[in-house]
């Protein structure tokens, strides 16, 4: 079974900090990473992605990716509380264009 | 429509009724996802439409679950004789395509709660 696992955390940062979140998945026919962030009672919404070994900028996030380790992560700089939300990794399995989701790591950022 | 809609946001049924639940794409989106989320947990795949080609139904958790789709525009997923372990809130995402490189876009859900 393709799996995307994810640590459930809570992650917790100062403001200001760095947020290094962390995903690795199963399948080495994945070919696109994706990051979601889900507020409490919300819906997931999309802020990354990446199909490319090596880093992706947008802002303060920042979105990694190594193949050969199977291996994708997310650094959010100067995180503020309202980052706190918990941020969903997914990628479809090789065989599939059907998003397999991580259970997610609950970020709070505290003042 | 400027996003996907789902209705309804709640529904409370009681155990071993049937259930509809309704989404609506955004206009010109060909794929469309259903998932599953059960409290604290993270999504669960249940079924995919893309375009007039065969849903994928790997995702369905037994025969009491259904969905269709009407071309590439609403869908709706049925659940007979509901169960406690149903409840969860539903998501539908809909996509522009169906390629490896989709973004999802969610809808605000349907809250089930079976008593």
């Known amino acids: 079974q393709k799996e995307v696992e994810q640590n459930s955390g809570p992650l917790s940062v100062p403001e200001g900090a760095i947020a290094s979140l962390n995903c690795t998945y199963s399948?080495?026919?994945?070919?696109?990473f994706f990051w979601y962030r889900q507020y409490s009672g919300k819906s997931p919404e999309l802020i990354m992605s990446i199909y490319s070994n090596g880093d992706k900028e947008d802002g303060r996030f920042t979105a990694q990716l190594n193949k050969a380790s199977q291996y994708v992560s997310l650094l959010i700089r100067d995180s503020q509380p309202s980052d706190s939300a918990t941020y969903l990794c997914?990628?479809?399995?090789?065989?599939?264009?059907?998003?397999?989701f991580g259970r997610g790591t609950s970020l709070i950022v505290h003042p | 429509g400027a996003g996907v809609s789902q209705s309804p946001s709640n529904k409370v049924t009681e155990k071993g009724k049937d259930v509809e639940l309704r989404c609506d794409p955004i206009s010109g989106h060909t794929a469309l996802y259903w998932y599953r989320q059960r409290l604290g947990q993270g999504l669960e795949f249940l079924i995919y439409?893309?375009?007039?080609?065969?849903?994928?139904k790997s995702g369905l958790p037994s025969d009491r679950f259904s969905a269709e789709r009407t071309g590439e525009s609403v869908s709706t997923l049925t659940i007979q004789r509901t169960q406690q372990e149903d409840s969860a809130v539903y998501l539908c995402a809909s996509s522009l395509g169906g390629g490896f490189n989709e973004k999802l876009f969610f809808g605000s859900g349907t809250q089930l709660s079976v008593l």
């Open positions: 997914a990628a479809p399995s090789g065989g599939s264009y059907i998003p397999t």
């Open positions: 439409f893309q375009g007039n080609s065969a849903p994928d």
């Open positions: 399948d080495r026919g994945s070919q696109s």
